[in-house]
């Protein structure tokens, strides 16, 4: 007010505001804090189309029918936001994962301890008692394996979902391409990654990152053929995404 700006628009200033502070958060590897100022700004943002849609184009200018808050962009920081959650839920699995392996006895252990048992008697008691309290702790292990594994599949959901409204939003921009294959590929959806690839390659075929692309499409297509074997070996849904997922 003091400048007497008055064509700055208080929400989409706010919009900003947010959207930057989300960056500031993004760079520090603050996934969460991120996501809320992104919150923030695709609310604003989205009042502000609401708003410009309810006023009549006639008592608009050029000016402001020209601009428009960039809901895509901000769609795209929070996918990277959402991944990066992600990223912290799985390598918390792995130290779960890690954790259990440890305490489950292995094949080894087992047939001694039934030698042991078999061989003296008295000690059979003691020693199921001792593996009854091991598998509860085991179990209580896998229950929160279960969760991680849970709260890094809907971290990924959240991703996959922004970046693919940013390439509705922005249809020729190809970094949105590109960030919706990679995010279709971490949810193991392979096929549709590679489509998403091919599709920022048709729109920046002279992209310096071509080479890149082509190596991310192959090993999708190997990693698809990866999880058909095992598929077709008898590995479950659940079993094999978790075991992938952890590997990775």
């Given at each position: 007010?003091?400048?007497?700006?008055?064509?700055?628009?208080?929400?989409?200033?706010?919009?900003?505001?947010?959207?930057?502070?989300?960056?500031?958060?993004?760079?520090?590897?603050?996934?969460?804090?991120?996501?809320?100022?992104?919150?923030?700004?695709?609310?604003?943002?989205?009042?502000?189309?609401?708003?410009?849609?309810?006023?009549?184009?006639?008592?608009?200018?050029?000016?402001?029918?020209?601009?428009?808050?960039?809901?895509?962009?901000?769609?795209?920081?929070?996918?990277?936001?959402?991944?990066?959650?992600?990223?912290?839920?799985?390598?918390?699995?792995?130290?779960?994962?890690?954790?259990?392996?440890?305490?489950?006895?292995?094949?080894s252990t087992a047939?001694?301890?039934?030698?042991?048992?078999?061989?003296?008697?008295?000690?059979?008691?003691?020693?199921?008692?001792?593996?009854?309290?091991?598998?509860?702790?085991?179990q209580s292990k896998?229950?929160?394996?279960?969760?991680?594994?849970?709260?890094?599949?809907?971290?990924?959901?959240?991703?996959?979902?922004?970046?693919?409204?940013?390439?509705?939003?922005?249809?020729?921009?190809?970094?949105?391409?590109?960030?919706?294959?990679?995010?279709?590929?971490?949810?193991?959806?392979?096929?549709?990654?590679?489509?998403?690839y091919r599709r920022?390659?048709?729109?920046?075929?002279?992209?310096?990152?071509?080479?890149?692309?082509?190596?991310?499409?192959?090993?999708?297509?190997?990693?698809?053929?990866?999880?058909?074997?095992?598929?077709?070996?008898?590995?479950?849904?659940?079993?094999?995404?978790?075991?992938?997922?952890?590997?990775?």
């Amino acid at each position: 007010e003091h400048m007497k700006l008055g064509e700055i628009n208080p929400k989409a200033c706010e919009c900003m505001r947010h959207y930057f502070e989300g960056n500031q958060n993004l760079s520090e590897g603050e996934p969460s804090s991120a996501i809320t100022h992104y919150n923030q700004a695709l609310s604003l943002a989205e009042q502000q189309h609401q708003h410009s849609s309810s006023s009549s184009s006639s008592s608009s200018s050029p000016q402001q029918q020209q601009h428009s808050l960039p809901k895509g962009s901000i769609l795209m920081k929070r996918a990277r936001a959402y991944l990066l959650r992600a990223s912290n839920h799985r390598n918390k699995l792995r130290i779960l994962v890690t954790d259990l392996a440890d305490t489950v006895p292995s094949a080894s252990t087992a047939k001694i301890l039934y030698q042991t048992a078999s061989a003296h008697p008295p000690t059979s008691i003691p020693l199921f008692h001792r593996l009854a309290a091991d598998s509860k702790i085991a179990q209580s292990k896998f229950r929160q394996i279960r969760y991680r594994h849970d709260m890094y599949e809907f971290a990924l959901l959240h991703a996959v979902r922004d970046s693919l409204r940013s390439t509705q939003i922005s249809p020729d921009s190809a970094y949105a391409h590109v960030l919706a294959g990679e995010c279709l590929a971490e949810l193991r959806k392979l096929k549709e990654s590679n489509e998403y690839y091919r599709r920022a390659l048709e729109i920046d075929s002279g992209s310096k990152e071509l080479y890149e692309m082509e190596g991310l499409m192959a090993k999708n297509r190997v990693s698809e053929e990866f999880m058909e074997v095992a598929r077709a070996s008898g590995f479950s849904g659940d079993t094999l995404r978790l075991a992938l997922d952890v590997a990775a």
